[in-house]
């Protein structure tokens, strides 16, 4: 579905992105775990547009992504939840769930999956016309990710999803995760939580500065005795 | 040595702002000039003479820069074979470049202005003036425009005669404005005439405002005769002729006068607002001279002005700026060619006038060799008629 | 034990909200102590109620012995109240080493008149500080990077100069917001050892927001719990581990708890 | 650790050594430029002398030095602070009326003279040049906190606004100052002038005097540059760049904001009034009209072009500015007419090349001609090929 | 007991602040109604005056606000740019289609006028953003606003080359002349000011909150990188938004030369002036605060230059701009715009 190739990525003089190459399959669950600074989330911002490559090849269902503007490769059917929550600050939650939906026409649908992700995460359903930019950070990251559930994407990536989360809400956004997937979502995730992150994940990728060290089944990954030291915490 | 010197090519030059919105009206000025000493193959007595612009004004301003007049001022007395300078424009520059080219150590430089009309450039007006400008205890600048306060008291004589008892007086908030304002605003209270405006200059208008119709709805309030607006038509004045016809009334209903800052507007005189407005002039206007007499210098140089540059000259100001040329030239035709001698030549002895055939102005253009002021004080009364200046009657300050 | 900072009955509201709701609590001399619970309970409210951002709708901040609730933030810190944020919020195009510098501001002495001057005492004082915040740095573990802007710096690293900067205010009481947020769990367990460095070197008091259960239960001496504004629980980590009412609203049992 | 402090403590002292290397090799050049036009100038050939009437006349080389102790001063409230004033010029305002009130025959009813070299024996306040820079100095000073106290509060662009009003207020109190309750406090658009001349050493200086007032205004350029530098280096410019980053921090961190501040805005003044009061000695004269907004967005403009928050960015560019309006364009254009015997009308395109000359240096060398270090980082971590990516 | 003292504090501040707000809104009800007795119909005449010179205010404070909200630019062209509308209507209606008096011709061309100015201005905001503003959209605050000090010279330029150096009057083709509502005189100009400007609010009122384009603006105002993850496009947007602002410009210059029959090359940096302060005063980035502020000063300036007691209008600046920074002092975040107390 998604096919990375040698793919390089700079910020002005500083090589971010050393040309590494990932797929992602449709219905699989892929993660790519690696230390701080080791390109993650940079390797995100550049399938979703926000970075343009200096080398290599976006390919998502067969057509070249890269170069595309961060709108249209929206439209192509990739949403991303990006590091950091983004959410807009002086909107209200309900403001930012519908803009989770920008692009999508069908009222009804949008009104369902609204009802849903409120059903989801119910601290949102009563601060639903906070200024989002109010809320407390766990409260922020739920909304971060449940604007991302409203575009109704065919491949999801998820940056650091857990940050900031009490460990119920953990649960609760793993639980999501494999929910969401065997309804037919293809995710791309990004953890530091990687044993949690491996739980679920069919496949993992292991990033080190800017290439990529390791990669296959996350069983295996997650037996690694390499990967156990450096990033479980073992 | 005379014959040396008669080889020597001598500079005069212009010095105006040529920037921002007085740009037009002086580029006029500096061709006027240009045409002029072309039509007198650049010959001025036994000398030969060549001109040279200066710039007072900046970009970043817009207008006149003080530290503009400042380097130009250095510029002039550090141009070796410049003997004379036409201008300035405003007389804030000349009071600035004044004090300088009369310490000049070859000097002191001659300066003839066009346009400066603040009195305290050469008689007494505030405190220490005329002195402090001309630290070298000798004379070097004249002028060729009367200055504001015979303006001003003739337009309140003139005021009087027609039969206004009540005025209301506004100025531009600028030098020139206020100094008109201040002159007849003093003599109407002395002719007894009902000043309604307060302060010694009357009331201010904002030239940066777009609007007057407030302000005219006040004066209408207070029922005056005659508004009396000193100041430039630059400044705005184009809108508030128009919001006091808007507020006031037609000029019939209550009258409008202005000082020769709106003279030679053709802009003004085809408004239909500005109708029956009076205005003083120092001298005589442009279209004036043509219609008095077409066969006189003034007329026949606007001719050629018209002939050259394929239009008019823009506002009366262009042929100031040639008589004021031409008392320069009749200063280096009578002197030895040095900086001094040409100023000497305009503050000693019979001192420069130039005979009515000659001058562009269309009569007798004398410089007083004590103050350097224009012996004229012959003002022109006239009246915007049929989209034209029209004059109405000379007038003698008393 | 006695305390070095103790917020008394204190309550915050936002419009209708009341995000803290009477809650008391202290912090022992030289002791760490956390405070959890579920998102939107109210800790970081709390955190900027103690470092005087917010002012209590009702209730009292005492510190060493004297009430600061009506302190601006900036005296409050220069007393000795140090904090890290939830979001980093470092001085990002100032150096490391500058940045600890500033928190240095309340004990440096040089004047507008001896700075412009140059005066010996004032270059003394200088090259005084340079050495703290190299010592500071040094101390947190990111010594080479001392003339790096603080946003080139890896998230770790910002983390750790985030608490260099507050201990150069030379705090009695340190509070760390969320401080292994975004570090992975071998990163997190070097963290736990720091904590205790702090202080036991320095002698500071800790006070602890976090998330990571493995962190909190392993470098707590004692845990306070909000939910919704309110103290629900109050001990040691096996207690607060064992509590239900803890369990249901915050823990829970899944992978995110597993480790 | 060790190691590290010793690397630390040469770098110190290389830079201050390059710092007395700029310092001196400024000075002479400055003695060198003295020297030449005091007592060289006018024994060189007439075409060295007309090249430099033309392309570098002296008087444009001492107004750039007004233009460079106002940018310094503004370069600390907007590059060091980080707090965008639209108004500076109401402090360029200050001085020049108070060299206008306390050096010449203004208040012609009272007689006091005091160290001063006026040519004649006129009434009115005659004060030494220097005292009155000082009470420049301490006026502007003082109205820099009287503006910057209500500021406080506001963030940032609302604070440019109630500067920008200021910038406002003040030139029309002097336009409309000839009579304010019966008083005059500043001759309303007739302006002050003349100005007492300079005296140094028992001499005094003329209008012709050009190297001396070189000196003397090198001399407090100078002089800002130090204090600049110096403030820059200590306890006070760490916390102005602390609260430029991040006001909320900066306070948590212990800076008191409202003091730190206030002292931001009371140096600017400060310079700027050292500025103002030698812009009247400049020109021999002080008017109302010409303390318009433009004036402040120019020096906005040579400091941000200079590059903000570097001392020798913001005075390359504030003489390169200066130097462009005042002789650069019209000796551009005389050259081209001469040259090609063009008679093209090059003041009507001033504004053109002008604003030309401001969009191109933004487009293409944003972040200043010399700029400073963590500037050009942010400006740049995000260039071309990442074009999209999120500012943090 | 401290706190106590901190609380009393507090509330001798609160109590100062509002005295201290109440003694001015004193001061200023005390002046108008002295002024309101001693002159009745004037008062109303000069107050319509203000509110109409408000409502072109309004136009031009709009285009700005609408830009400062969605990039935070202060952006000194436009008031440059309300000049060039005005220039252009005059040449259109006067000089291309001749027309220099009220008739049904003249209006039609009226009308063609408004819709091209409109579409005019648009173009050439929409042409400045991409070339000047766009390339800068990361780079540090200041340098959008120099380049636009120098966008703003180079119109000037091209007023100056098209307009020449002096102002220009100009005959309008709206009806001279007005009704009478009792002794008040409400001029027609003033009817077709409102007649065409509160449509058009409520018009950007409705664009900005109820449309998708709408919230597309308003989310890329907050996060640019944020709202391309939500699939807008957001350079598009801005484009958007500078055609609006530059359409409102357009509008606001058509008015002004048809009502007040002027052109000049310098009008721009004075109107632009008012409207960012306008802008400002009213919260900047919010719609109906740039509305509200503009007929405030609208209204300060007209009741300052036309009641019987006031200070004249050389004073006119300086009393709309100590208003201004009172009003800053007492509401930091403007009149309708709210502070925030920062989340951290
Ligand atoms: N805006 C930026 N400008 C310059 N360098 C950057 C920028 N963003 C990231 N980098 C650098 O690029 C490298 C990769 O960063 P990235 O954010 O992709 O790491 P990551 O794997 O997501 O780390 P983390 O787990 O901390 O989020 C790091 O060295 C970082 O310092
Ligand atoms: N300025 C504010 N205005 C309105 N509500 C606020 C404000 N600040 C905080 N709140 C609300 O108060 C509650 C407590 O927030 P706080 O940030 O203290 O939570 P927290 O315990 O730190 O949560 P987290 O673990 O998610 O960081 C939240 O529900 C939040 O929405
Ligand atoms: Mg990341
Ligand atoms: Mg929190």
Known sequence: MLKIDNLQVSYGNIKAIKGISLEVNEGEIVTLIGSNGAGKSTTLRAISGLLKPRGGSITFLGERIDGLEGHDVVKKGITHSPEGRRIFPRMT???????????????????????????????????????????????????????????????????????????????????????????????????????????????????????????????????DPEVTKAYLGG | TSADAATKTLVISSDLPLQGSSFDSNDSTNKAIELYLKSIKYKAGKYTVSFKKYDDATAAAGSWDAAKCAANAQAHVANKNEVAVMGTYNSGCAKIIVPVLNQDPKGPMLMVSDANTNPGLTKAWNPGEPDVYYPNGVRNYARVCTTDDNQGSAAAQFAKSIGIKKVYVLNDTQTYGQGVAQAFTTEAKKLGLTVLSSGVAGDGWDAKQSDYTALFTKIKALEPEMVYIGGIFDNNGGQLVKDKVNVLGDNTAVKMMGPDGFTGYPDLNKMPEAQGMYLTFAGLSTDLLLANDPKGAGASFVKNYKKAYGKDPVGSYPLYGVAAVQVILAAIAKS?????????????????????????????LKISTLSGDTLAKDITVEVIKNNDETTLKAWTVK | MSSILSAENITVEFGG???????????????????????????????????????????????????????????????????????????????????????????????????????????????????????????????????????????????????????????????????????????????????????????????????DMAVVMKVSERITVLDRGEKIAEGSPAEIKANPRVIEAYLGKGVGAGH | ??????????????????????????????????????????????????????????????????WVICALGLNIVVGYAGLLDLGFVAFWAFGGYTAGWFMSGFFHQVNIHFGSMSAKVIPGIHLSFWLVMIIAALIAGFFGIIIGAPTLR?????????????????????????????????????????????????????????????????FLAACMVFVSLRIRGGRLGRAWLAIREDELA??????????????????????????????????????????????????????????????????????????????????????????????????SYNFLLFGGILVLMMLFKRDGILPEARLKMISHENDDEAANTGGH | MANKSYKARQVRRAIFERTFGIAILAMLSFWLIVNLIKAPSQFAEVTLIGLSNGVLYALIALGYTLVYGIIELINFAHGDLFMLGGLFSAHFIALWFHQTKSSPMGWLVFFLALISVMVFCAGVNVFIE??????????????????????????????????????????????????????????????????VTIPILIALTFIVTKTRQGKAMRATAQDQ??????????????????????????????????????????????????AFTSAVLGGIGNLQGAVLGAILIGLIQGLNDGLPIGLGQQWSQTVVFSILILLMVFKPAGLLGKQVTEKV
């Open chain 5, 130 to 195: 991409r070339f000047a503003y766009r390339r800068l959209r990361r780079a540090p605050k200041l340098a959008p606003l120099i380049t636009a000090v120098g966008v703003s010279f180079m119109i000037q330029f091209v007023g100056l080359r098209w307009n020449g150096s002096g102002q220009k009057t100009w005959n309008s083709v709206l009806p001279h002349g007005s009704v009478m509502l009792g002794s008040v005189k409400l001029p027609y100009t003033t009817l077709i000011s409102f007649a």
């Open chain 2, 336 to 364: 030895d060619g040095t900086r001094k001698g040409v100023n000497n030549a305009v503050f000693s002895g019979s001192g420069i006038s130039i005979p009515a055939k000659q001058s562009v102005l269309g009569k007798e």
């Open chain 5, 225 to 274: 990188d944020a709202s391309r993850l939500m699939g807008i496009n957001v350079n598009g947007t801005i484009a958007f938004t500078f055609a609006l602002g530059g359409a409102l410009a357009g509008v606001a210059g058509l008015l002004f030369q048809q009502t007040r029959g002027l052109t000049s090359y310098n009008l721009g940096y004075q109107l632009g002036l008012i």
């Open chain 4, 250 to 347: 900066a306070s948590m961190m212990g800076v008191p904001l409202m003091r730190t501040k206030l002292t931001a805005y009371a140096v600017g003044a400060f310079s700027g009034g050292i500025g103002g009061a030698v812009y009247a000695t400049h020109v021999n004269g002080i008017f109302a009209e010409r303390f318009n907004f433009s004036i402040s967005i120019i020096l906005l403009a040579m400091v941000v072009l200079g590059g903000m928050g570097n001392v020798w960015g913001v005075i390359i560019g504030a003489l390169l500015m200066a130097w462009i309006n005042a002789t650069g364009l019209p000796a551009i254009g005389d050259t081209f007419n001469n040259t090609f015997h063009t008679a093209i009308n090059f003041p």
């Open chain 1, 93 to 223: 939650v309900e403001e930012n769930l519908d803009l989770g939906a920008f692009l999508r026409n069908d009222k009804a649908a949008i009104a369902e999956d609204k009802e849903r992700v409120l059903e989801l995460f119910p601290r949102l359903r009563e601060r639903i016309s906070q200024k989002s930019g109010t809320m407390s950070g766990g409260e922020q990251q739920m909304l971060a990710v449940a604007r991302a559930l409203m575009g109704q994407p065919k491949l999801l990536i998820m940056d650091e999803p857990s940050m900031g989360l009490a460990p119920v809400l953990v649960d609760l956004i793993f639980e999501t995760i494999l929910k969401i997937n065997k309804q037919g979502t293809t995710i791309l995730l990004v953890e530091q939580n990687a044993l949690a992150a491996l739980s679920v994940a069919n496949r993992g990728y292991v990033l080190e500065s800017g290439v990529i060290k390791m990669s296959g089944n996350a069983k295996d990954l997650q037996s």
């Open chain 4, 1 to 66: 650790m060790a190691i590290s402090f010793l690397k630390r403590g040469e770098k110190k002292q290389k830079q201050s050594a390059s710092a007395r290397k700029w310092a001196i090799s400024l000075t002479l050049i400055a003695l060198a430029i003295w020297a030449f036009f005091t007592y060289f100038f006018d024994k060189t050939p007439d075409a060295v002398q007309s090249w430099f009437q033309v392309w570098l006349p002296p008087s444009t080389i001492n107004e750039s030095l007004v």
């Open chain 3, 17 to 211: 909200l009341v995000a803290v709701n009477d809650v008391s609590f202290d912090i022992p001399e030289k002791g760490i102590v956390s405070l959890i619970g579920p998102n939107g309970a109210g800790k970081t409210t709390f955190f900027n109620i103690l470092t005087g951002l917010y002012k209590p709708t009702s209730g009292h901040v005492m510190y060493d012995g004297q009430e600061i609730t009506a302190l601006v933030p900036h005296k409050i810190a220069a007393a000795g109240v140090a904090r890290t944020f939830q979001n980093i919020r470092l001085f990002g195009s100032m150096t490391a080493e500058e940045n600890v510098m500033v928190a240095m501001h309340s004990h440096l002495k040089a004047s507008l008149a001896t700075t412009i001057l140059g005066l010996p005492s004032q270059r003394r004082e200088e090259r005084a500080a340079h050495e703290e915040a190299r010592a500071l740095l040094e101390f947190v573990g990111i010594g080479k990077t001392a003339g790096e802007f603080a946003r080139n710096l890896s998230y770790g690293d910002q983390r750790r100069l985030e608490v260099a900067r507050a201990l150069a205010l030379r705090p009695k009481v340190l509070l760390l917001d969320e401080p292994t947020a975004g570090m992975n769990p071998q990163e997190s367990s070097v963290f736990v050892d720091f904590v205790h460095r702090i202080r036991d070197e320095k002698g500071i008091s800790i006070l602890l927001i976090e998330h």
């Open chain 4, 154 to 218: 506001l963030k940032s662009d609302y604070l440019a606004l109630v500067t920008l009003g200021f910038g406002e207020i003040i030139p029309q109190v002097f336009t409309n100052g000839e009579n304010i309750g019966g008083f005059n406090l500043s001759n309303g658009t007739k302006g002050i002038s003349p100005i007492d001349a300079i005296g140094v050493f028992g001499k005094r200086l003329g209008p012709f005097d050009l190297g001396w007032k070189f000196l003397i205004y090198f």
